[in-house]
């Protein structure tokens, strides 16, 4: 976890030892399992969890998010407890941050600091740094009164300070410079994106993108479906901790029909996702939107997996792929008594999976195959020599079984898209 000194320049530190602040604002919401999500979100960040605290409350305290009883009762077990910092599940504003901080004495951050944190630390690619880096000044940008002294300087020297301008001013001019140039090349890398995705359509290769919660296996099973397609040496990252993947990984996948499709590994989601980061990471989640087909990867052995799957529908919905086809591969079953248990999504395929003990991962495939390669028709063409110009389309744009040149022209054993075979259908032989 990021920690800041006097001239708010980031510090590491091994460990950190928190207090979690909630609350609850409808006495009908339950906030028990958003503040075990933070918990777990503290842990990935290196972070102690000494104790929790949570108020019910109508209407937010503007000054402070929590009452001042409250306050004061936070500042005593940050002292007893000897935390080092104070993390809030809702976001806070400027004052806020500021009126907390100044009351309890140590660090206080939100849970979207916290998220945009753990991000920052993952972050592998060019690109995902860059999305990071643009979602946390598009976070700080209101706040800045909120941080105390200033940002850490992204640019400066003579001729940076204007006539009677103050430092915040000056901080806001080089966080939007900053800004600016991040959109910059992050449109350049969209720019390079759309024309692979350009190549790929005229390929027709279909897409089949992994979508799901955080930590709901999907990495685990890209790589399961790697192995079994003997591409192991193409396996991603995974582990079993929250946000273990961020950059959106592509591979190809052939199977032993021959088929092949595309398969996108994506970010996982979380509930209260950062609005800045799902803006941020939109260019990246945008392969989703372009995908033939979803799979909704779900943590079967988690109890609530059903807020999980609303979570996921909500960001589809934001990033224009709510309505896609999709499956609901409900994962880790081998973790679960009784797997007839789960409730299956009206409107979607439902399949019950473990990518760890693959269990009904052929099924998957075939469940995949037939919903991707569903308008294609096996047909057995013989194309005359005179027509090279099919022969060439088949063997580009067709999966061709088998082929042998004949007497009277090129014999295929092919499955094409129904519109080719209407097409083509002068040639069929029975």
Do not use: W
Not at 332 to 359: F, H, R, T, W, Y
Not at 364 to 374: A, D, P, Q
Request: proline fraction near 2%; hydrophobic fraction near 40%.
């Amino acid at each position: 976890m990021l920690r800041f000194n006097e001239n708010n320049e980031v510090i590491r530190a091994d460990e950190y030892k928190a207090i979690l602040v909630g609350l609850q604002r409808d006495r009908e919401e339950d906030i028990s399992y958003s503040m075990e999500e933070l918990k777990g979100l503290a842990e990935a960040a290196n972070v102690e969890v000494l104790g929790m605290m949570t108020q019910n409350l109508e209407r937010p305290n503007t000054a402070t998010l929590i009452g001042k009883g409250k306050v004061e009762e936070l500042a005593e077990m940050v002292r007893n407890m000897e935390a080092d910092t104070v993390i809030f599940n809702d976001e806070l504003t400027g004052m806020q941050l500021r009126n907390v901080e100044d009351a309890v004495g140590v660090r206080v951050i939100d849970r979207t600091i916290l998220i945009l944190d753990i991000f920052a630390d993952r972050a592998s690619s060019r690109e995902g740094k860059l999305q990071v880096e643009l979602a946390q000044l598009q976070y700080r940008m209101p706040r800045l009164t909120g941080f105390g002294k200033s940002l850490s300087r992204l640019g400066g020297g003579i001729g940076t300070r204007g006539p009677g301008e103050k430092k915040l001013e000056t901080d806001r001019r080089h966080i939007e410079k900053r800004m600016y140039e991040i959109k910059s090349e992050l449109e350049q890398i969209k720019n390079t994106r759309g024309v692979q995705r350009s190549k790929r359509e005229k390929s027709e290769i279909p897409v089949v993108a992994l979508v799901g919660y955080t930590n709901s296996g999907k990495s685990a099973l890209m790589n399961r479906l790697l192995m079994l397609t003997e591409k192991e040496e193409k396996t991603v990252f995974e582990k079993n901790m929250l946000f273990a993947t961020l950059d959106t990984a592509q591979r190809s996948v052939v199977l032993d029909t021959n088929h092949q499709f595309i398969l996108v590994d994506t970010v996982g989601f979380v509930s209260k996702l950062p609005h800045s980061l799902v803006n941020a990471f939109k260019a990246t989640l945008e392969e989703v939107a372009f995908a033939d087909l979803l799979v909704h990867v779900v943590d079967s052995a988690y109890e609530n997996h059903e807020f999980h799957i609303n979570v996921t529908n909500k960001v589809l919905k934001e990033i224009g792929a709510g309505n896609k086809e999709k499956i609901m591969a409900f994962n880790k079953v081998d973790l679960i008594e009784d797997p007839g248990m789960i409730v299956p999504v009206q409107g979607a395929d439902n399949i019950c999976i473990s990518a760890k003990q693959d269990i009904n991962i052929d099924q998957l495939i075939e469940l995949i195959k037939s919903k991707i390669f569903k308008d294609h028709v096996r047909a057995r063409l013989l194309v005359p020599y005179t027509r090279g110009d099919i022969s060439s389309y088949l063997c580009e744009k067709a999966k061709v079984n088998a082929m042998d040149y004949r007497e009277n022209g090129t014999y295929f054993d092919v499955e094409l898209k129904t519109a080719d075979y209407q097409r083509y259908k002068e040639y069929e032989i029975i």
